[in-house]
């Protein structure tokens, strides 16, 4: 019988002014009884909208209704049929806006969409911690193909390829594997040990990881098509990022939120000088951009000694794009959100950032995107008092691959121009999914591009 309760059963997470002055994660995870009560609030509805909403197809109301029995080691076979990494979606994962968004009871006025993310999250860390790994009888093809990027585009391609029989490769930039798993979500979001198991988990499926290789400089993709690889998927992700073009831009003090979050995240910056990376944080910061990497930026700064954290953001708060839960947890830990505010001048003194002055923007008609258009009010600027500036506009892919692969066919901004059933590229053999081809977007988009490539080449593969 459904739970008819209105509300999710409440997530555990550490105090908000506990938690803005460590890495420990947020959000604790549900027992085994709260995830049960929370399994029970699904219908199991004949027509499950849920799934629509999941780019890999999960399998949902199955999986909920064996975590609903306690038969959570089932609920995690269920799951990992078609999500390799349920850990790391239960976590990042935009429910809100996929399989959540879909869920029949969260139609219901007042009602909350059934907790699934949550329950995904359960699963995958009751099979961590109780669970036995099964071996895989791999029989191999004698095929070789190449992954660029250890993203998770490019894990989930390598693994559903690996599983599939064909010996893969995945050649890393940095010197460490997950990618975006690693640099750029913080440690209180996303624990990089999980990310670790979740990449050995791959490993084990017999993928090999060469790090520290810079496809477009190291190799290119025509030199790794002469050593063999008869199908190349490129994940390599969105990691150029992008500034407003304001004076004052070069100043000290002034971080791109991917640099900041890599220097933080993969080279553990806040544990200087345990580690060699320091990150030079002033009383106050702030951080230009509302995405949900403004988000992470913000929420990492007020964790390493900031006093005074701000989101400044040109447009009102309907129009904030990071998720309702960041937003959420940023304001609970003392973000100081400035909205209808947009940067016009970075000022320094002695080469240091000192000062941002900003304007005050209001909202007018409607842009072609739908959205009202922010203008500026006149008259309206001011100061904020600085040391510290992050850009969190947005990022576009690296220009390397492009520049040094002919033929593949790429948009003016820079992303990689694929056949959407296939993933496949105007380039013979190379494929391409995730944020390379759609720019800055979603972990779980990207998986299931990475898994669409896998597929798709499996079959060019067993006909040639």
């Given at each position: 019988?459904?739970?008819?309760?209105?509300?999710?059963?409440?997530?555990?997470?550490?105090?908000?002014?506990?938690?803005?002055?460590?890495?420990?994660?947020?959000?604790?995870?549900?027992?085994?009884?709260?995830?049960?009560?929370?399994?029970?609030?699904?219908?199991?509805?004949?027509?499950?909208?849920?799934?629509?909403?999941?780019?890999?197809?999960?399998?949902?109301?199955?999986?909920?209704?064996?975590?609903?029995?306690?038969?959570?080691?089932?609920?995690?076979?269920?799951?990992?049929?078609?999500?390799?990494?349920?850990?790391?979606?239960?976590?990042?994962?935009?429910?809100?806006?996929?399989?959540?968004?879909?869920?029949?009871?969260?139609?219901?006025?007042?009602?909350?969409?059934?907790?699934?993310?949550?329950?995904?999250?359960?699963?995958?860390?009751?099979?961590?911690?109780?669970?036995?790994?099964?071996?895989?009888?791999?029989?191999?093809?004698?095929?070789?193909?190449?992954?660029?990027?250890?993203?998770?585009?490019?894990?989930?391609?390598?693994?559903?390829?690996?599983?599939?029989?064909?010996?893969?490769?995945?050649?890393?930039?940095?010197?460490?594997?997950?990618?975006?798993?690693?640099?750029?979500?913080?440690?209180?979001?996303?624990?990089?040990?999980?990310?670790?198991?979740?990449?050995?988990?791959?490993?084990?499926?017999?993928?090999?990881?060469?790090?520290?290789?810079?496809?477009?400089?190291?190799?290119?993709?025509?030199?790794?098509?002469?050593?063999?690889?008869?199908?190349?998927?490129?994940?390599?992700?969105?990691?150029?990022?992008?500034?407003?073009?304001?004076?004052?831009?070069?100043?000290?003090?002034?971080?791109?939120?991917?640099?900041?979050?890599?220097?933080?995240?993969?080279?553990?910056?806040?544990?200087?000088?345990?580690?060699?990376?320091?990150?030079?944080?002033?009383?106050?910061?702030?951080?230009?951009?509302?995405?949900?990497?403004?988000?992470?930026?913000?929420?990492?700064?007020?964790?390493?000694?900031?006093?005074?954290?701000?989101?400044?953001?040109?447009?009102?708060?309907?129009?904030?794009?990071?998720?309702?839960?960041?937003?959420?947890?940023?304001?609970?830990?003392?973000?100081?959100?400035?909205?209808?505010?947009?940067?016009?001048?970075?000022?320094?003194?002695?080469?240091?950032?000192?000062?941002?002055?900003?304007?005050?923007?209001?909202?007018?008609?409607?842009?072609?995107?739908?959205?009202?258009?922010?203008?500026?009010?006149?008259?309206?600027?001011?100061?904020?008092?600085?040391?510290?500036v992050i850009v969190s506009i947005g990022q576009s892919p690296n220009p390397l691959i492009r520049q040094t692969t002919p033929g593949l066919d790429t948009q003016r901004w820079g992303g990689i121009i694929v056949d959407e059933e296939t993933m496949k590229t105007s380039k013979d053999?190379?494929?391409?999914?995730?944020?390379?081809?759609?720019?800055?977007?979603?972990?779980?988009?990207?998986?299931?591009?990475?898994?669409?490539?896998?597929?798709?080449?499996?079959?060019?593969?067993?006909?040639?």
């Open positions: 019988m459904p739970n008819m309760s209105l509300e999710k059963v409440k997530m555990p997470e550490q105090d908000p002014q506990v938690r803005n002055k460590n890495f420990d994660e947020v959000s604790l995870g549900y027992t085994p009884e709260q995830a049960m009560e929370e399994a029970t609030r699904c219908l199991n509805c004949r027509k499950p909208f849920c799934m629509q909403g999941c780019p890999v197809g999960v399998p949902i109301p199955e999986f909920i209704q064996h975590v609903a029995h306690g038969e959570f080691e089932e609920a995690y076979e269920t799951i990992t049929r078609e999500n390799a990494l349920p850990a790391i979606c239960g976590r990042v994962c935009p429910q809100e806006n996929q399989c959540e968004g879909q869920c029949i009871r969260g139609k219901r006025k007042g009602a909350e969409s059934v907790g699934i993310g949550r329950l995904e999250r359960f699963v995958a860390d009751y099979h961590r911690e109780h669970g036995t790994k099964k071996l895989l009888n791999i029989e191999k093809n004698g095929k070789k193909v190449a992954v660029v990027g250890s993203g998770p585009a490019g894990i989930t391609c390598a693994g559903e390829l690996a599983k599939k029989g064909y010996d893969v490769t995945v050649f890393e930039a940095l010197h460490k594997t997950g990618g975006v798993l690693s640099y750029g979500i913080p440690e209180f979001r996303l624990p990089k040990s999980l990310v670790q198991q979740e990449v050995d988990g791959v490993a084990e499926l017999g993928v090999d990881f060469e790090t520290n290789v810079v496809v477009g400089r190291s190799i290119t993709i025509d030199e790794l098509q002469e050593q063999g690889y008869e199908a190349i998927f490129v994940g390599s992700g969105a990691g150029l990022p992008r500034f407003q073009g304001i004076p004052g831009e070069n100043l000290n003090g002034v971080y791109a939120a991917n640099e900041f979050l890599t220097r933080v995240n993969l080279m553990k910056g806040y544990e200087f000088p345990n580690h060699p990376t320091p990150v030079k944080i002033t009383d106050t910061v702030c951080v230009i951009g509302a995405g949900n990497v403004a988000m992470d930026a913000a929420r990492t700064a007020k964790r390493l000694g900031a006093k005074n954290v701000y989101i400044v953001y040109r447009r009102g708060a309907e129009e904030v794009p990071a998720r309702a839960e960041e937003v959420h947890h940023a304001k609970e830990e003392g973000i100081i959100f400035k909205l209808l505010t947009n940067p016009v001048k970075i000022e320094g003194e002695n080469g240091w950032v000192k000062s941002m002055e900003c304007v005050e923007m209001e909202l007018g008609e409607p842009d072609e995107s739908g959205r009202r258009r922010p203008v500026v009010k006149e008259g309206s600027n001011f100061t904020i008092e600085t040391g510290t053999g190379v494929y391409a999914g995730g944020d390379v081809v759609t720019g800055a977007a979603t972990v779980i988009l990207a998986m299931g591009a990475g898994k669409k490539a896998a597929q798709a080449i499996d079959n060019a593969l067993k006909n040639k």
